[in-house]
């Protein structure tokens, strides 16, 4: 994996705290607004998208164009936390969805989705602890298993 070097350290944090909003910027809005070289901030923003990093650069090209997105690093979710917590949701509204209208539930779609915003909160405040109580937990996991 390439290293930094000392000029692209310096300016790694200075886009980190200036631009890590979330929001899609284009490496030439950023390099005109920190009155830096293009080509050395598309390289630091190639080098911060790499896994092992303490942010989340995401990149796309968007009308031909490279954009990235940053997120500092409290904003990253663990994947294990994504597959534990969401994916039965997620497998649960599935199965909701595939009823019909006689024997879909209202009731655990409201349930699911009340879930599912309870771990969103729980993300956004940056909190370790489960806000699921353990049963419903113990719910999600088993109707994922099913």
């Not at 806000?131 to 088993?142: C, N, V």
Request: proline share 5%; hydrophobic share 40%; aromatic share 4%.
């Amino acid at each position: 994996m390439p290293s930094l070097t000392p000029r692209r350290q310096y300016l790694r944090p200075i886009i980190i705290e200036m631009f890590g909003d979330g929001k899609w910027r284009s490496a030439a809005t950023i390099a005109r607004e920190l009155k830096r070289d293009e080509a050395h901030v598309a390289e630091t923003l190639r080098l911060m998208r790499t896994p092992k990093t303490v942010v989340t650069c995401e990149h796309k090209i968007q009308e031909g164009v490279n954009k990235y997105r940053i997120f500092r690093g409290s904003r990253s979710v663990n994947i294990t936390d994504i597959k534990l917590k969401l994916l039965p949701i997620v497998k649960g509204l599935k199965i909701e969805g595939k009823k019909n209208d006689v024997t879909m539930s209202p009731l655990t779609v409201a349930r699911l989705a009340a879930l599912l915003e309870r771990q969103i909160d729980e993300w956004i405040e940056g909190t370790r602890s489960s806000h699921l109580r353990p049963d419903e937990l113990a719910a999600l996991h088993q109707g994922a298993e099913d």
